[in-house]
Antibody
Framework: EVQLLESGGGLVQPGGSLRLSCAAS????????MSWVRQAPGKGLEWVSG????????NKPDSVKGRFTISRDNSKNTLYLQMNSLRAEDTAVYYC????????????????WGQGTMVTVSS | QSALTQPPSVSGSPGQSVTISCTGT?????????VSWYHQPPGTAPKLMIY???SRPSGVPDRFSGSKSGNTASLTISGLQAEDEADYYC??????????FGGGTKLTVL
């Protein structure tokens, strides 16, 4: 069974840092691009970072450029999101997501979602 | 880049069909067939219902169908059921190699 298990969320002060992890199982992790998607309380979905299967290509929206860094360790089947200079508007549930089987490069679609990890930025 | 535009709410009675629209620009929906739709009941993670405009993942009923014309994509749900009540989100790949979502549509089954 394909599973994604996020960890690392919590309460952090504005300007602080946090590193999220996502342990993947049930599929050949290194062959799939992966992404992080977040959802602020009561709000919609926002894609925050994506990374190729090899880790050689990453991208992110302007809202997190210069602050968030996505990475992966294919030997550990783990995806990461390093978040620096956190702001109140970064408060959200962060989901680790995998594309559909047959779309290893992504299809810009997110089939498997983790349970999410909550990040709260507040003083 | 601005979010895709969806109606805030739609409604329908059981057995009826409803269509949710998702309007973008020539820099996203108009440039790629990489439109997806997600269903999110309250308190749960989103579920992928449609990808690449009209493909359904295994397990998604064929009551759900997707289409695209120009800069606008649509999700049609036929034979509406009570369990279809949820928030629905569209998304698209963009010419900036990013992914953007719509603001979401609340579907109410009357």
């Amino acid at each position: 069974e394909v599973q994604l298990l996020e960890s690392g969320g919590g309460l952090v002060q504005p300007g602080g840092s946090l590193r999220l992890s996502c342990a993947a199982s049930g599929f050949i992790f290194s062959t799939y691009s992966m992404s992080w998607v977040r959802q602020a309380p009561g709000k919609g979905l926002e894609w925050v970072s994506g990374i190729s299967g090899s880790g050689g290509y990453t991208n992110k929206p302007d809202s997190v450029k210069g602050r968030f860094t996505i990475s992966r360790d294919n030997s550990k089947n783990t995806l990461y999101l390093q978040m620096n200079s956190l702001r109140a508007e970064d408060t959200a549930v962060y989901y680790c997501v995998k594309p559909p089987t047959g779309c290893p490069s992504g299809c810009a679609a997110f089939h498997i979602w983790g349970q999410g990890t909550m990040v709260t930025v507040s003083s | 880049q601005s979010a895709l535009t969806q109606p805030p709410s739609v409604s329908g009675s059981p057995g009826q069909s409803v269509t949710i629209s998702c309007t973008g620009t020539s820099s996203d929906i108009g440039s790629y067939d990489r439109v997806s739709w997600y269903h999110q009941p309250p308190g749960t993670a989103p579920k992928l219902m449609i990808y690449e405009v009209s493909s359904r993942p295994s397990g998604v009923p064929d009551r759900f169908s997707g289409s695209k014309s120009g800069n606008t994509a649509s999700l049609t749900i036929s034979g509406l059921q009570a369990e279809d009540e949820a928030d629905y989100y569209c998304s698209s790949y963009t010419t900036s190699n990013t992914v953007i979502f719509g603001g979401g549509t609340k579907l109410t089954v009357l």
